[in-house]
């Protein structure tokens, strides 16, 4: 692989189920960040990580919970999914650690649709 | 708070020349990226500006002015492939990444 994958690429979700949306990178890079992206809005820092080990709260983090145990893996997990939370999830990566501005780039998306 | 704006939609002509604006009020400034996203795909780096001035990428240019909190994209020479949305983010003071709603750009033939 090359870049950034996500899974699965679509899932249809009852209310109060578990989910856990999974993202791998191959690009060795410090920093990854899940966003969620809803018409008419711009994309929303949900959660990041600026080194494996670590990490922090975006703009909208209720709701989810993220680890980060290795450099490549950043699995993003709704605990108890509603349907405000049907959207189009983005995992992105940077070569940085919070201090610098390096270009994040992003996996292809996981739409999750909530009923 | 924190904002970016931008237009909605804008359409223009293939082979034409078509400027996207981008104003943005945030918490400090760590430069502006702009990222092109085709309809079902994900986001692709464009360009980064964090100085003042004229940043140019082939067909594509980028543009800064600090002091007015503004950035445009300029697009020449359009292409059909060309359609799109492109989003402005601004990385504010704590290199988090504040994100316009987008621009749906429609190219016509």
């Known amino acids: 692989i090359a870049g950034i994958t996500q899974a699965p690429t679509s899932q249809i979700l009852a209310a109060g189920r578990r989910m856990t949306l999974r993202c791998t990178q191959d690009?060795?890079?410090?920093?990854m960040y899940w966003y969620r992206q809803d018409l008419g809005l711009g994309l929303r820092l949900i959660h990041y990580?600026?080194?494996?080990?670590?990490?922090g709260k975006g703009e909208v983090p209720d709701g989810y919970s993220v680890s980060r145990a290795n450099t490549d893996d950043f699995p993003l997990t709704l605990a108890s999914a509603v349907p405000s939370q049907t959207s189009v999830y983005f995992c992105?990566?940077?070569?940085?650690?919070?201090?610098?501005?390096?270009?994040?780039?992003f996996g292809p998306g996981t739409r999750l649709t909530v009923l | 708070g924190q904002n970016i704006d931008q237009p909605t939609e804008m359409t223009a002509t293939e082979g034409a020349i078509v400027q996207i604006n981008c104003t943005y009020q945030?918490?400090?400034?760590?430069?502006l990226f702009w990222y092109q996203q085709h309809a079902g795909e994900a986001p692709t780096f464009l360009s980064y500006?964090?100085l003042d001035g004229l940043e140019e990428k082939g067909r594509f240019s980028s543009f800064l002015s600090r002091s007015k909190g503004y950035s445009y994209l300029l697009l020449k020479e359009l292409q059909m492939k060309d359609s799109a949305s492109y989003l402005c983010?601004?990385?504010?003071?704590?290199?988090?990444?504040?994100w316009g709603a987008g621009t749906k750009l429609i190219i016509k033939p």
């Open positions: 992105a990566s940077s070569d940085s650690e919070g201090g610098g501005t390096d270009t994040q780039y």
């Open positions: 690009m060795r890079h410090n920093a």
């Open positions: 990580s600026n080194t494996a080990g670590t990490t």
């Open positions: 945030t918490s400090g400034f760590n430069g």
């Open positions: 500006n964090v």
């Open positions: 983010a601004v990385m504010d003071s704590n290199y988090q990444l504040i």
